[in-house]
């Protein structure tokens, strides 16, 4: 496996967006990037542009964009652990500009069910300690939202679902429900999922990763 950290892949729901992303995180004219359109991309079927773009060379770490600390760090993170895979920028809704806004990551690749591990906790544990080593390096706080094949989005599209087939449960037959123990940004989206549904009101309670969410009749509050 190659330590390369030259380029940086971004995915967005077309090409234009793709390098205009690219041209903000890094930092420099869209003009000036050495970009290579790998998929143009289809919204018809929500398949998402790629563009691979060149990371301009900059003579001082301290001064690099904080994209280019992240792939540098994740690059050699996977590269020791003798991971292949890619290092993908998400698009999203926010301002890469803004340092209080989060980088969507995404790694892509085969077999990397042990970087999620169960329930998403080598993956919480591998955000965290990146979060770390990059705001360390850029000597301010990093938001990195770090996602494995797509598992964050895959798992909140489950636990909606969950939420929502478990309310309609205690409101039918009027007895609550405890859900299996979830780490606390899996409880987190259960508990703003039925934030507004009046038939039903939720809480959590355990200890450590025991700590589980209850879904009760609004009734019982």
């Known amino acids: 496996m190659e330590l390369n950290n030259s380029k940086l892949e971004i995915h967005a729901k077309d090409v234009e967006r793709a390098?205009?992303?690219?041209?903000?995180e890094l930092d420099v004219d869209s003009d000036d990037l050495d970009i290579t359109v790998v998929d143009k991309g289809d919204l018809h079927s929500d398949s998402?542009?790629?563009?691979?773009?060149?990371?301009?060379?900059t003579e001082n770490d301290g001064d690099?964009?904080?994209?280019?600390?992240?792939?540098?760090?994740?690059?050699?993170?996977?590269?020791?652990m003798k991971i292949d895979a890619n290092i993908c920028v998400q698009d999203q809704?926010?301002?890469?500009?803004?340092?209080?806004?989060?980088?969507?990551i995404n790694i892509v690749g085969d077999?990397?069910?042990?970087?999620?591990?169960?329930?998403?906790?080598?993956l919480a544990s591998l955000e965290y300690l990146v979060k770390l080593v990059v705001s360390?390096?850029?000597n301010?706080?990093?938001?990195?939202?770090l996602d494995i094949d797509g598992y964050k989005q895959h798992r909140e599209h489950q636990l909606k679902r969950l939420a929502q087939r478990m309310a309609n449960q205690v409101q039918q037959f009027g007895r609550p429900i405890a859900l299996e123990p979830m780490p606390p940004n899996e409880r987190r989206i259960v508990h703003m999922t039925l934030e507004h549904n009046p038939g039903v009101t939720t809480n959590s309670t355990g200890d450590g990763n025991q700590r589980r969410v209850n879904i009760q009749p609004s009734l019982l509050r």
């Open 111 to 122: 077999n990397l069910a042990s970087l999620i591990g169960r329930r998403g906790e080598t």
């Open 140 to 145: 301010r706080w990093t938001h990195i939202s």
């Open 93 to 104: 809704e926010t301002d890469p500009t803004d340092s209080r806004s989060s980088i969507r």
């Open 48 to 57: 998402l542009a790629r563009v691979v773009a060149i990371i301009p060379a």
């Open 136 to 138: 360390n390096k850029q």
């Open 64 to 80: 690099e964009p904080r994209i280019v600390t992240i792939n540098k760090v994740l690059t050699e993170f996977l590269y020791y």
């Open 19 to 24: 390098i205009n992303l690219a041209a903000l």
